[in-house]
């Protein structure tokens, strides 16, 4: 299945964002790497969610933030794969040999900190407590699937970024959370290519 890529990344991009990307020669060479991972998995009632997490408040500039389980590479990493697993393990308390990692999805650009993001959809099927990363975590934040794949929770909202203030961003509005930037990009990719199988 061919993946979506950037066509579902600029549908969730601020235009300012779009225009950035599409003017940056990046060189991937100089870019830190990171990898997250998109993970899926039943609840009690054995209904589909997908696991996000909201960051803990520091300085930086993904501070109190939603996003992905993940983290940069380090250097003991054997792949950009074990990054997320990793990362997901050390966040939330999912081993790595419970996941099944189904896709690799397409890499993003995030200019603000100079990361480039390498993506995954894993499967959780038999998900256990999930155990944040005090330092890390400030909230483990499940969405149902069906909300996820809601239409009617994308919203355009004014938000100030660390690039421009009072703009228009295209949002995630999920359990009472916005989700945008870098996140927002990649749930989109995941969302168009489950609507490619649902």
């Known amino acids: 299945m061919k993946l979506p890529g950037e066509d579902s990344h600029y549908k969730m991009a601020p ?14 060479a100089k870019a830190r790497k990171a990898a997250v991972l998109s993970l899926f998995y039943p609840d009690k009632n054995n209904h589909t969610n997908l696991l996000l997490i909201l960051r803990k408040t520091y300085k930086g500039i993904h501070s ?13 990493d054997a792949s950009i794969l074990a990054t997320a697993l990793r990362e997901t393990h050390e966040e939330v308390g999912v081993l790595p040999v419970h996941v099944k990692v189904i896709k690799k999805l397409t890499e993003i650009y995030i200019p603000p900190s100079n990361f ?9 099927e038999n998900p ?7 330092k890390e975590v400030e909230e483990i934040v499940e969405v149902s699937l069906t909300d996820f794949m ?12 660390s ?9 995630f509005k999920l359990n ?22 649902l």
């Open 15 to 28: 235009e300012l964002r779009v225009e950035e990307l599409k003017r940056l020669n990046v060189n991937k």
């Open 64 to 76: 109190n933030q939603i996003g992905f389980p993940g983290g940069k590479a380090e250097k003991e």
């Open 116 to 124: 480039e993001v390498q993506p995954f959809i894993g499967l959780y």
């Open 128 to 134: 256990l407590p999930f155990l944040k990363e005090e």
């Open 150 to 161: 809601d239409d009617s929770l994308v919203k355009n909202e004014i938000l100030t970024t």
């Open 163 to 171: 690039y421009a203030k009072n703009i228009g961003v295209p949002a």
């Open 176 to 197: 009472g959370y916005t989700v945008w930037g870098a996140t927002a990009m990649m749930l989109s990719e995941v969302k168009d290519l489950l609507k490619q199988v």
